[in-house]
């Protein structure tokens, strides 16, 4: 039984390990008939692009998971939701947001998906003489492959080391 169970940790270590060094994917694609925004506040950071677009949220997300799933199965892929107003502190300051949303897969990078659809007049979008029904936001959140594998290797050891000790006080 002791060796079937090392066995079987030695398995999950490893594709566990294996799932954490797949390649990342590369910044995604915007979705199509959007236009790039090229204003100053949009083009700062190269990890955060805006986006001029007449597509729903649901059409933004759906098409962001199929983006961001294409290096690791879709049943692994998160899909969280944030209050509007945590656009400031996660996208940038002075972000509007009429809605946020995170795709992740845990312990990996995360791709934040900030969407502003004006619901008064005065905030109807306009850009290069054209009507867009929404602004997006994307901010790409990578962390490198050394940081996950330390962190992984330590999570190995320690939950070896938990189970042995509770095996023994069984």
Known sequence: MKT????VYIFLAFVFLLYL????????????????SGEPADTEDPNRRAYFTDYTREEVISFYKVQVGLSLPAFLLLRLNYPPEDAQGIIRDQTRSTFLEELTYPLR?????????PKEAK????????YYRQKITIKYV?????????IALGTI??????FKQYLSGV
């Open 157 to 162: 050891a320690l939950s070896w080391f938990l």
């Open 4 to 7: 079937f169970v090392k066995i």
């Open 109 to 117: 990078d995360s791709l934040y998906i900030n969407g502003f659809e």
């Open 21 to 36: 060094t797949i390649p990342s994917t590369v910044f995604p694609k915007p979705p199509p008939d959007s236009i790039q």
């Open 142 to 150: 990578q962390n490198g492959v050394v940081p996950r594998v330390t």
């Open 123 to 130: 905030d109807v979008i306009w850009y290069k003489g054209k």
